[in-house]
């Protein structure tokens, strides 16, 4: 069996593994790895791959190809059964994301959104949450949160 790393025990990456392993009909051995070893794992041939579920381009990933020279994007083919299963739709990457991609590579995507009644205390909970944490998500996060931010400020 090929191990694969997918972060952290019953993550979105992790869900994600199972249901590619679904799919494909694969099996694979997880291991939860934080990502930077994971990559350094992957790197020296420890470990066969690593999955991430993560909005695109990301900081970690164009980090690790800058440090392992010797690592790849694998194109997963497309398969109906993803979209079934999950509701993951074909998607592709490419170097409009990642520099270092001389070509294309199929990939999968999901929709990801947060959903709650309007005026539900849990939703302006929430909201409230992301808005007092929105500049550590700025900086750490995915780019997508500064569009978030002006909603916050907005809304104050």
Not at 31 to 57: A, E
Not at 68 to 77: A, C, D, E, F, V
Request: charged content about 20%.
């Amino acid at each position: 069996n090929s191990i694969i790393s997918c972060g952290k025990k019953n993550s979105g990456s992790c869900l994600t593994l199972d249901f590619i392993s679904l799919s494909y009909g694969l099996r694979f051995k997880q291991t939860h790895l934080n990502y930077s070893d994971s990559f350094k794992q992957l790197s020296i041939g420890d470990i066969s791959g690593v999955i991430i579920t993560c909005g695109k381009p990301l900081q970690l990933v164009v980090d690790a190809f800058k440090e392992h020279k010797n690592l790849t994007i694998l194109s997963l083919p497309i398969n109906d059964k993803m979209k079934k299963i999950a509701g993951y739709s074909n998607s592709k990457i490419g170097p409009n994301d990642y520099e270092f991609l001389s070509d294309y590579k199929n990939t999968y995507s999901v929709e990801s959104v947060l959903i709650g009644k309007k005026a539900d205390i849990y939703s302006i909970y929430i909201k409230d949450l992301i808005c007092k944490n929105i500049e550590h998500l700025i900086i750490n996060g995915h780019k997508q949160w500064a569009n978030i931010k002006k909603n916050c400020i907005n809304n104050q």
